[in-house]
Nanobody
Framework: QVQLVESGGGLVQFGGSLRLSCVAS????????MGWYRQAPGKERDLVAVMGGGETTNYADSVKGRFTISRDNAKNTVFLQMDSLKPEDTAVYYC???????????WGQGTQVTVSS
């Protein structure tokens, strides 16, 4: 059974930082692209950042230069370091695992990030 468990969300002030973690189980972690998505109230779920097994990365334009995705294949964990946070970053952040070949995808339960102005 595949499980993705996020942690690290919370309330932070404008300009602050948070580090999200997502621990995966039930998959061969190294052959999954790992990503973070976010969904604000009344909006669609959008890509924030993704990292392939070869550590190539892709970021949404709105977070480039402020957020950094990384992964530790030995610990089946993906991280999202979020700096210079803005109120518009407020959303539920979801971890996503997508199989490199089949594109089969799995989601975590989400973690709330709230940035106060």
């Amino acid at each position: 059974q595949v499980q993705l468990v996020e942690s690290g969300g919370g309330l932070v002030q404008f300009g602050g930082s948070l580090r999200l973690s997502c621990v995966a189980s039930g998959i061969i972690f190294s052959i999954y692209d790992m990503g973070w998505y976010r969904q604000a109230p009344g909006k669609e779920r959008d890509l924030v950042a993704v990292m392939g097994g070869g550590e190539t990365t892709n970021y949404a334009d709105s977070v480039k230069g402020r957020f950094t995705i990384s992964r530790d294949n030995a610990k089946n964990t993906v991280f999202l370091q979020m700096d210079s946070l803005k109120p518009e970053d407020t959303a539920v952040y979801y971890c996503n695992a997508r199989h490199y070949y089949s594109r089969e995808a799995h989601w975590g339960q989400g973690t709330q990030v709230t940035v106060s102005s």
